[in-house]
């Protein structure tokens, strides 16, 4: 495992922050806490933790092991852990109103991504920290947006697959998903059937997806979506998936090929195994080798496993090679999302014309796709 | 018929036991709080029917220190101040705040129960410096994980984290 290179020395003598990323994830990965022997060291490692999500699992790690670490630090992570709690029930308090408010009206909704994991794969929601709320309407998006607004939200940015709302008594962004993605119709997913595959939350939440259901979300959003620029902790996600409520390869397999996801999930589980040793079954192994495009079989080898820390985010990924190739044998429907992203009657901003948007969205991804189709990753 | 000790809410609210600590966030005043070891004594023993001698005797017993009545009151003012108890417990304290801690003043210090206001940030200050969704940016690295800085779709030439 390359993560075995990496020591608080080389972290130091290479420097900042990939380093020390490389270290929690190697800590991921074996179970060997990183030792923080000055402060300024732990100090950093703090920080980095907490922007890979991992100050509540860190702390708490510290605490089992009763790994020697500087007093600042600890406190610094305490802190961490309480202000991550604190603001996950309440991300998660806003996530079960709207669900709720929605829900009242008929709007039904589901949560994507940490909303619809942190109750149910972590022991503590201070251990899966988001920056938002994800919550992926089902019905009238529309109707979806007014209802929000009449309750108070607002609008704080939008694009092609969601809107940001800010809550402004509670201080949380719920981000109102009709797309797990941009290009969301080169992905169709059955809602209605999510729905029904769908159980009640055990925590605050009111209604989560099946396993099979979010482990396809988490795929497309981490593959698709951001050309697997994640944190530590959205990798963790995969590898917590499939430890506590395996997916069933059978189903699994209907739900991606429903939503011409295969080739996402093969390449993100590929990922997550890189990074945080997910661990793949024979029959998920199966399903990666068979699922994983052609054209990324040489990415996966040579480059993803040989440096899974180059994943991590904030990495810059080669986003659009990525999206063609995840796109094979749909590539015009591919340009044809990126040109017209906007699903019926999602609101557009004032002033943005037609020939604009064309000539605007040629610029963002038509002309970087040619080009990165020159200058793909080397393998 | 009326409970003859404190009682601790329980409804609405969601706890987390850190070992040496228990994290409390309140649903319906949105606050957090986080209690000492002994005020986490005190607030499990409040069950309606432990009474303050009781209480003090069975926490000493748990951690294995002295606690005496008076860490007890003060631990309950502590938690009802927070609104962590069902039902105000005047009636059952005779002794003032300030004469609780002039007491416990002689006492060692590890026995003070804690009951300690938790600032829940904002979804921009639990971002920590990153610039949140939706908003303009300039170049890579800015954006708050999971957003990367793109052209917006609403103005192309303008790029926010999306």
Not at chain 1, 329 to 344: D, H, K, V
């Amino acid at each position: 495992m390359s993560w075995s290179f990496f020591t608080p020395a080389s972290a130091r003598s290479q420097g900042e922050r990939p380093a020390l990323r490389a270290l929690l994830g190697r800590w991921l990965v074996t179970g060997e806490l990183p030792s923080a022997p000055d402060e300024a060291l732990a100090s950093l490692l703090v920080e980095v933790a907490r922007e890979q999500g991992l100050a509540g699992l860190l702390h708490q790690a510290i605490g089992e092991q009763r790994v020697r670490w500087p007093d600042a630090a600890r406190l610094a992570l305490r802190r961490a852990e309480q202000e991550d709690f604190a603001f996950g029930v309440r991300q998660l308090d806003t996530a079960s109103r709207v669900q709720d408010l929605l829900g009242a009206r008929g709007v039904r909704c589901l949560p994507l991504k940490g909303a619809a994991l942190a109750e149910r794969l972590y022991d503590s929601v201070a251990h899966r920290p988001m920056a938002d709320v994800d919550l992926l309407v089902l019905d009238e998006w529309p109707r979806a947006v007014t209802l929000l607004e009449k309750a108070g939200f607002v609008e704080q940015g939008q694009a092609a697959h969601a809107r940001a709302f800010l809550d402004p008594p509670s201080g949380t962004v719920v981000e109102l998903h009709r797309g797990v993605t941009s290009c969301a119709r080169l992905f169709p997913l059955d809602l209605d059937a999510a729905w029904r595959r769908s159980r009640a939350g055990a925590g605050l939440v009111k209604r989560v997806p099946s396993s099979e259901d979010l482990l396809v979300h988490l795929s497309l959003h981490a593959a698709f979506q951001h050309g697997l620029a994640l944190s530590l902790v959205q990798y963790l996600d995969f590898r917590r998936l499939l430890e506590r409520e395996p997916p069933d390869p059978a189903l699994l397999a209907q739900v991606a090929v429903g939503a011409s996801a295969q080739g996402a999930v093969a390449l993100a589980l590929e990922a997550a195994h890189a990074v945080v040793a997910a661990p793949l079954s024979p029959a998920f192994q199966e399903l990666v080798t068979a699922w994983l495009p052609s054209g990324l079989r040489g990415y996966v080898a040579s480059r993803l496993r040989a440096d899974p820390s180059a994943l991590l985010a904030p990495a810059e990924p080669a986003l659009a090679w990525l999206r063609w190739q995840l796109a094979t044998g749909r590539q015009i429907a591919l340009i044809r999302e990126t040109l017209n992203p906007s699903l019926p009657s999602f609101s557009r901003a004032a002033g943005f014309g037609g020939l604009g948007r064309a000539l605007g969205l040629m610029r963002r991804w038509f002309l970087p796709t040619v080009r990165s189709l020159g200058a793909r990753p080397q393998k | 018929m009326a409970s003859v000790g404190p009682r601790a809410r329980t409804s609405r609210l969601v706890t987390r036991d850190l070992g040496d600590e228990l994290l409390v966030y309140d649903l319906e005043r949105h606050k957090a709080y986080c209690l000492n070891q002994v005020a986490m004594q005190v607030f499990r023993h409040c069950d309606g029917e432990t009474t303050i001698p009781d209480m003090a005797l069975r926490i000493a017993n748990a951690l294995g220190m002295p606690v005496d009545e008076q860490a007890v009151r003060l631990g309950l003012v502590r938690l009802e101040k927070a609104h962590l108890l069902d039902s105000a417990v005047a009636r059952i304290l005779h002794t003032s705040r300030r004469e609780m801690l002039r007491t416990l003043g002689r006492a060692a210090v590890v026995v003070v129960p804690l009951v300690t206001a938790i600032t829940v940030p904002t979804s921009a200050q639990a971002a920590s410096g990153c610039i949140p969704f939706g908003s303009p940016c300039t170049g890579p690295g800015q954006c708050c994980p999971p957003f990367s800085c793109n052209a917006s779709i609403g103005n192309p030439g303008m790029k926010t984290c999306n």
